[in-house]
């Protein structure tokens, strides 16, 4: 059964011409992009979007940054999602993801980590519709 996943392609990841690698890599391993966009995302989305994260000593940092520059939004579709971007993704530390994982090859450090994936199924139906309208995904 197929299922869906979001990712964030961040803006360390655009800013050094990664993203096609990146999305290259992910269609790779199967996923099918059902609705992609480039966006700025604005202080008040950044918030919204890591509310979660809200209380925590990083979330000014962590909103400044995903400020900082535009990124990619994605929705994608395959069996096990969640687990396999999880997977394809590598720890959030990239010193201590696996090689050949999309944060090893592309992450500089927790914060600037090149990529952004939903952690549950229940998160990615929220993180999908936070920016995409159901008709956007193809």
């Not at 993203?19 to 008040?44: A, D, P």
Request: glycine share 8%; proline share 4%.
């Amino acid at each position: 059964m197929s299922n869906r996943t979001f990712t964030i392609i961040k803006p360390d990841s655009v800013r050094k011409g990664n993203f096609g690698k990146i999305i290259g890599r992910l269609e790779e391993q199967g996923f099918q992009v059902l609705g992609i966009k480039k966006v700025s995302l604005t202080q008040k989305q950044a918030e919204a979007f890591y509310g979660v994260h809200r209380e925590r000593p990083f979330f000014k940092s962590l909103v400044e940054y995903m400020t900082s520059g535009p990124v990619y939004v994605a929705a994608l579709e395959r069996e096990s999602a969640v687990p396999t971007l999880r997977q394809v993704m590598g720890a959030t530390d990239p010193a201590k993801a696996d090689a050949g994982t999309i944060r090893k090859e592309f992450g500089e450090s927790i914060e600037q980590n090149a990529i952004h994936g939903s952690d549950s199924d229940e998160n990615a139906k929220i993180e999908i519709n936070f920016f995409f309208a159901e008709s956007e995904l193809l």
